[in-house]
C-alpha cells in the first residue's frame, strides 16, 4: 500500500534558522509529490509541486523541495524561516497514473520563535 | 477565480443523526475529492468523483457516501453518526484529466462536531 512518512512531527525554530522537513514515500511506480501548508486558522494550501524534469522545485514564499528518486524523498527546505512560517506541513503524493486520490504524510507542526 | 467553497462551515449534530456536506469546486474543474481530517489519524482520502462517477474510494465504511451533479458540485453524505465522526472534512478540486499537470486545491473544509 501506498503510504507517506513524514519523520518531524513536531519542530521548533528561531527566526532566521534554516529548515529541513523530510519527507519519504512507499510506491513503486512514477508519483507526483507535492508540500502543503496549513497556517492557523485557515485552510490548506499548496506549496509547491513536483511531476518531472528539475528535481528541485521552487514554491511560494521561499521555499524548496527536492526530489530524489532513489531515495524515496522529497524534503522541504527554507534557508531562513520567519515567524510566519508557523504553520503545519503535508507532504502528499499521488501515482502518475491516478491524480484524484492523494496520500498524505501525518504533518509537521513548525513553530517559529520571534 | 473563486476558490473551492463549502457549506456549512460549521455542524453540530447527535449520534444516530445523519449529515449532508456541500462543496462548489473551482470554476472548471471537473474532480472533486473529499478528506477526513482529525488529529488522530490525519488527512484520510474518502472518494473522488469526475464528471458524475465515482472514481477512486478510500477505506471508509459505507455510511459515508457521496455523489457529484451535472455541474461538478459535490456533496458528501454520512448517516448514522458516531462519536467518531467528528472531524473537518475537506473538499479539494482539481481539473482531474491531465495526469503531469493535476494539482488538487482545497476548500476551508467543513468543522462537524458529533455529540
Known amino acids: 500500500a501506498q503510504s507517506v512518512s513524514q519523520h518531524n512531527h513536531h519542530v521548533i525554530l528561531s527566526e532566521a534558522a534554516s529548515l529541513e522537513l523530510g519527507c519519504n514515500y512507499s510506491y513503486g511506480g512514477t508519483v507526483n509529490l507535492f508540500w502543503y501548508v496549513q497556517y492557523p486558522g485557515q485552510h490548506l494550501q499548496l506549496l509547491l509541486k513536483y511531476f518531472s524534469g528539475d528535481p528541485l522545485v521552487k514554491g511560494i514564499k521561499g521555499f524548496e523541495a527536492e526530489f530524489i528518486k532513489s531515495k524515496f524523498s522529497f524534503n522541504l527546505r527554507k534557508p531562513s524561516v520567519q515567524w510566519s512560517d508557523t504553520a503545519e506541513y503535508f507532504c502528499a503524493v499521488t501515482p502518475s497514473s491516478n491524480t484524484g486520490k492523494l496520500i498524505f504524510g501525518q504533518g509537521t507542526t513548525l513553530q517559529v520563535k520571534p | 477565480k473563486a476558490g473551492v467553497t463549502q457549506t456549512p462551515r460549521y455542524l453540530i449534530k447527535t449520534r444516530g443523526q445523519q449529515v449532508t456536506l456541500s462543496c462548489s469546486p473551482i470554476?472548471?474543474?471537473?474532480?472533486v475529492s473529499w478528506y477526513q481530517q482529525t488529529p488522530g489519524q490525519g488527512l484520510q482520502f474518502l472518494f473522488e468523483y469526475f464528471s458524475e462517477t465515482q472514481r477512486n474510494k478510500g477505506n471508509f465504511p459505507g455510511r459515508f457516501s457521496g455523489r457529484q451533479f451535472s455541474n461538478s458540485r459535490s456533496e458528501m453524505n454520512v448517516s448514522t453518526l458516531e462519536l467518531g465522526d467528528s472531524a473537518l472534512y475537506l473538499c479539494?478540486?482539481?481539473?482531474?484529466?491531465?495526469?503531469?499537470?493535476?494539482?488538487?486545491?482545497f476548500g476551508p473544509g467543513t468543522r462537524l462536531t458529533v455529540l
Open positions: 479539494a478540486s482539481s481539473f482531474g484529466r491531465d495526469t503531469n499537470t493535476d494539482t488538487q486545491y
Open positions: 470554476s472548471g474543474h471537473r474532480s
